[in-house]
């Protein structure tokens, strides 16, 4: 709070903010007494996080900003949006021609979930190199698996919206898929379209699930991967406890007593429940955070100012030469479905391999139990893990290939 | 005096449990009240009864034997209100079969995906541009992916005059 007599502050500053500022900061005392908003921001901006591999860290921030940035953006796309299958891609067609403002936030909403998807990939990918997901943080981990995949659903039914041929032929084949269900993959495909064939109410219902269904199961499990990141504290990586195991027994005694909370809140592996180096949460990882999530709004903004978002021509089932082509996060999954031909083959492609996937994906922390978070000392997990995302890639090129060369 | 108090905590055991019966007994009614109606309508789609009134394609006198011919067809959309039909296509396929010249009406919808499959002149095939899928003249799924042959529209002929209606078959 501002008390007349902070040093940098001129006299005259003082006396003249001093009507203003004296009742702001009783209002504050007030609010505070009843609120402790004191307390809780002592204890969300204090905490102890890790001065080394901080940089890399600020992916989760920069996760969460853009999942922000994409309810803010898409609450305004519903100033004019219509979802129906009528007057849909009419309403976003007025936006592009006749509102250039509402054109740069949807723009800032297509580009905001092709970040938002990259950024998620690369913190996945740096709390695997650097074996954050080990215990205790093995419930973390699935938690952000869930939330990916969560982060995958929203950007395939978003592309269904715009009731474009993209977003019609989109729906086609995402909705199908479910009908190689054994048993109940009819009524699978019944209840999401509305009925056997598309109709008005297939629009509505891929609507609903993404401005609600899928943000109301979202926002919570942001909340809970916020709150186990907490109870961990913020230092699963390999780096914040580089040379702990060949440090003397008294060296480490000494580090254990000067920790301070909210660390070791769970000391799992002695050698890993202190790290080496820590600092404020505020302001040195705000700081990073910050300068991460701001580039990466940028982006999203001058890509969304340039580039924009397209709109193709209304969806028309009859037309003949149109060639769909899926969203690019989708083209390693669109790539299996080429390569599981055949009735019984079909369910293998479209279930089975991604299930496997997905399923290890879910099981890394068990596959993996031994302490040892250094990448280079456990090839055994990291190999495999290459070749998965090798595979990924290799199919998406495959894909693109086949999609423009047909 | 032991004994009294024993017995006065057994009661309000039974106090707490009658309690804790309630609770749980009137969580499951309310979930039961809100979710019954929930999951009806969700599942209503499966259930629901559906009209398909046969539609005029064309005259198809002039079809050339061996040339799949495509027909956009504005077929009434039977799920959710009422909007405007949807244009389909129908490939009317004549072959000759053993000096008998057989119709097909043929759904351009691919048994894979479901993505609009083309008669495609130089391969000679219906190709669908998804995943590669390919069917010959009579829609026999000849390659890539698909698992089914091209399903048929219901139709009816009235002289040379097509109607089909949007009930599809297996060949």
Redesign the interface.
């Known amino acids: 709070m501002s008390s007349p007599s902070q040093p940098g502050r001129s006299a005259l500053v003082a006396k003249l903010t001093r009507p203003v500022a004296r009742p702001m900061a009783a209002t504050y005392r007030w609010v505070d007494e009843r609120m402790g908003i004191s307390d809780l921001t002592h204890q969300l901006l204090y905490e102890a996080t890790p001065r080394r591999g901080a940089w890399a860290y600020s992916l989760g921030s920069a996760t969460l900003i853009i999942i922000v940035l994409q309810i803010v953006t898409g609450m305004f796309l519903l100033w004019t949006y219509v979802p129906s299958?009528?007057e849909a891609w009419e309403s976003l067609n007025f936006i592009e021609h006749h509102d250039e403002f509402a054109a740069i936030v949807r723009g800032m909403h297509l580009w905001g979930a092709y970040v938002l998807l990259i950024i998620i990939g690369l913190h996945m990918i740096r709390t695997f190199v650097s074996g954050s997901y080990k215990k205790p943080r093995e419930l973390n981990w699935i938690v952000g698996v869930l939330l990916f995949l969560m982060v995958l659903g929203l950007g395939i039914t978003g592309a269904m919206l715009p009731w474009d041929q993209a977003a019609y032929?989109t729906a086609?084949?995402v909705t199908?898929?479910v009908d190689y269900i054994p048993l109940l993959g009819n009524?699978m495909q019944?209840?999401l379209?509305?009925?056997?064939?598309?109709?008005?109410?297939?629009l509505?219902r891929f609507f609903a699930i993404h401005i609600w269904l899928l943000p109301a199961l979202l926002v919570p499990l942001i909340g809970l991967h916020l709150v186990l990141l907490r109870r961990h504290g913020e230092h699963g990586s390999w780096v914040n406890y580089e040379g702990v195991e060949t440090e003397p027994e008294e060296v480490r005694k000494e580090r254990m007593a000067k920790a301070e909370y909210p660390y070791p809140a769970i000391p799992s592996d002695p050698g890993y429940a202190v790290p080496v180096d820590l600092d404020d949460f505020f302001p040195s990882q705000v700081f990073k955070d910050a300068v991460v999530s701001f580039a990466l709004v940028l982006i999203i903004f001058i890509m969304a100012v340039v580039v924009g978002a397209p709109l193709e021509r209304a969806a028309?089932?009859?037309?003949?030469?149109?060639?769909?082509t899926p969203e690019w996060f989708f083209l390693p999954l669109?790539q299996l479905?080429?390569q599981?031909?055949?009735?019984w083959m079909?369910p293998v492609g479209v279930f089975v391999v991604p299930g496997i996937g997905t399923t290890l994906l879910i099981l890394v922390p068990f596959l993996d139990r031994s302490p040892e978070r250094e990448p280079w000392r456990r090839p055994e997990v990291m190999v495999p893990a290459l070749f998965a995302t090798l595979f990924l890639i290799f199919e998406a090129l495959l894909a693109v290939n086949?999609l423009f060369n047909? | 005096m032991a004994d009294h108090s024993q017995e006065l905590a057994k009661q309000r055991l039974s106090r707490r449990r009658f309690m804790i019966m309630t609770i749980n007994g009137v969580g499951a009614g309310t979930a039961l009240l809100i979710g019954a109606p929930i999951v009806g309508s969700v599942l209503s789609p499966v259930f629901a009864k559906r009209r398909t009134p046969w539609v005029l394609v064309a005259d198809i006198g002039q079809v050339p034997v061996g040339v799949p011919t495509a027909y956009v067809v504005n077929l009434p959309i039977n799920e959710g209100w009422a909007v405007p039909p949807v244009p389909r296509t129908v490939y009317v396929v004549k072959l000759n079969l053993l000096g008998q010249v057989e119709m097909l009406t043929l759904s351009n919808v691919c048994t894979h995906m479901q993505c609009d499959v083309h008669w495609d002149i130089n391969l000679k095939a219906f190709l669908c541009p998804c995943h590669g899928g390919l069917y010959s003249i009579d829609g026999t799924n000849v390659g890539g992916p698909p698992p089914w042959p091209l399903f048929r529209y219901q139709h009816k002929l009235v002289g040379n005059t097509l109607y089909v209606r949007n009930v599809l078959t297996g060949a």
Do not use: C, S
């Open positions: 299958t009528t032929w086609i084949v199908h898929v009524w019944q209840i379209r509305g009925g056997p064939q598309m109709g008005p109410e297939t509505t028309n089932p009859a037309a003949l030469n149109y060639v769909p669109d479905l080429v599981f031909p055949q009735a079909i086949r047909l």
